[in-house]
């Protein structure tokens, strides 16, 4: 038996829950679902990683910019895994079963998030290869032709991409406690994820770049048709008017400005983890999660706009 | 002595249907049944003593606490077992991993220990040979028992079961009176069933629920009294009888005021039950 939280004998302890996390993390961990998913990604990242995309000098959008689209497959997975888990509960039989035990649904939902932890560190680990194997070439290639550069990603890069696998869970988890229908559920996680992952070149556009699940630390601007050379030389890369585009489109990598908007994913993690609680009965530490979450929302997307000016030009490039 | 279970006037109900109306009851330890046709209240009522549900009127006390205070809620949870009428599991889960996580949610964190408490129930309902096969793939009866063995983690002080012998054969259903008859003597028992020969077999006490009110509440052989003397066969339903069924013997079973010389037989408590509920459960005891 665990002890409770001191002076509030109403809920049931921290070692209850850390154990509920323990048996949520080795659920996920054996889930089949998670680990076609995680293959899917090590197969995109061992393409990305070996056919040049990185390092060959391409498109800043399409190179560099698309430094965690392996992962997507990954994120799917990590959406369908934890709304699954957390529809697990039938109203009428477990749920019923469950709610005469200690522990709260509430308890329940919080030791079911912990278990994002699974398909981040997997996410995590699949960057790193793809990081090492990137290094390991020589760096990244921003841009083609004259105007390009090289660069080292830094481990904040490796971030990104495990925040996104991370919230997608999250959300499957937030999505079960709204909408109850495993088959809903699924379809409409599917429809958000080929919004985020599969039309990636609307994150390229601002406004929506800011509010991206993933996206690189390459933002990008329309130079016009006839920039400076000065203008030129201030970017990372630059992709000169062809095919696709008749103006000059250049994408440097800004740290500050993936800083703030890792910090607005992160607030989204929370937010969406505040929401599930929200939906799983009440909890005064819910309202505090729900404040978290806003506050790096609210940070993460007025900085991303604060430190860049493109951020707010509609429909520009970001 | 603080009882397991006090209620007063307790009432509960349903968009406009009654399900309990003004229900008194104190339980002593040991098993008590609870009898009573379709839709007469027990199920309710379990729920209320399960802390899954709260009552609309009256105060409830189960194991001297209050459940409609958090405090109390927990205090309650933390001694209590609990199989609802259906308890399903998840289905891809063993029945070893199953009543693993519920034992989690019962606040035993230490694995070691709790592993050998989820060996000890899975072997008390004889699923040990079986705790490693998926839920999916064990019989209706089987999954009964899984859910049956997680009520029992923990030597819960009052164990809830809803209709716990439905789906189990007739072995395991002695098996089960025999996990019953294992547990302390101060443990608390409070099961619902359709099933009088459980009743007789299981517990001492019996109390019959009709209507959302409680009928009787007493010892099983006063149940079984309520009727001595206003049994008989006969060769046709006697319309004298409050009750009439037909035996597989293809004579009647009466229950009622006798015809004088009526062929008397000794009565048991589903006798003193159908006086008590009438045609509804006679037609339930019948089938």
Known sequence: MTAAVAGRDVVVGRDTVAAMARAEVRYTARNPVLWAGAALSAVGTWYVSTDGTFTEGRSVTDGYGTWELAAAPLALAAFLVGNWAALRERPATTAEMFTSTPARRWDRTLGLLAAAGVPAILALVLMAAQWTAVVAQGGVRIGQGRWSSTVTPTPLELVGAPLAVACAFVAGVAMARVVRSRAIGSVLGFVGWAFLYVFFWIWFTAPFGVFAVSRSSVVTADLGRDPSTAELARWDGVDPPGAFAETYLAGSRDLGFHGLHLTYVLGLVVLLAGVALARSGPDRRTRAVLVAGLLLVVLGVAGQFLVHDGAGTWMGSL | ?287
């Open chain 2, 1 to 287: 002595m603080t009882l397991p279970v006090a209620l007063a006037g307790v009432g509960k109900r349903f968009r406009g249907t009654t399900a309990l109306q003004d229900v008194t009851l104190e339980l002593r330890p040991g098993v008590t049944g609870l009898l009573g046709p379709n839709g007469a209240g027990k199920t309710t009522l379990l729920r209320i003593v399960a802390t899954a549900l709260s009552p609309d009127a009256g105060t409830v006390r189960v194991l001297g606490a209050d459940p409609a205070d958090p405090a109390g809620r927990l205090a309650i949870r933390r001694r209590l077992g609990y199989l609802p009428q259906e308890s399903g599991a998840y289905s891809g889960f063993t029945a070893f991993s199953f009543v693993d996580y519920v034992a989690v949610l019962k606040e035993m964190t230490d694995r070691s220990a709790r592993h050998a408490e989820v060996r000890r129930v899975l072997d008390a309902v004889g699923l040990g040979d079986r705790a490693h096969q998926r839920i999916r793939a064990l019989s209706g009866g089987m999954r009964r028992r899984v859910g049956l063995a997680q009520a029992l983690l923990g030597h819960p002080d009052l164990l809830v079961l809803d209709e716990p012998t439905v789906g189990l054969d007739p072995e395991q259903r002695l098996r089960f009176r025999e996990v019953l008859a294992g547990l302390p003597d101060d443990a608390t028992v409070l099961l619902s069933t359709h099933l009088t020969e459980d009743v007789a077999a299981l517990c001492p006490t019996v109390v019959v629920l009709d209507s959302g009110r409680v009928l009787f509440h007493g010892e099983t052989t006063a149940l079984a009294a309520l009727a001595d003397g206003r049994v008989w066969d006969a060769e046709a339903p006697d319309p004298r009888a409050a009750v009439s069924w037909r035996t597989p013997e293809g004579r009647f079973r009466n229950v009622g005021s006798p015809p004088p010389g009526a062929a008397l037989v000794p009565a048991g408590p589903e006798h003193g039950y159908l006086l008590l509920t009438g045609s509804t459960a006679a037609e339930q005891v019948a089938s």
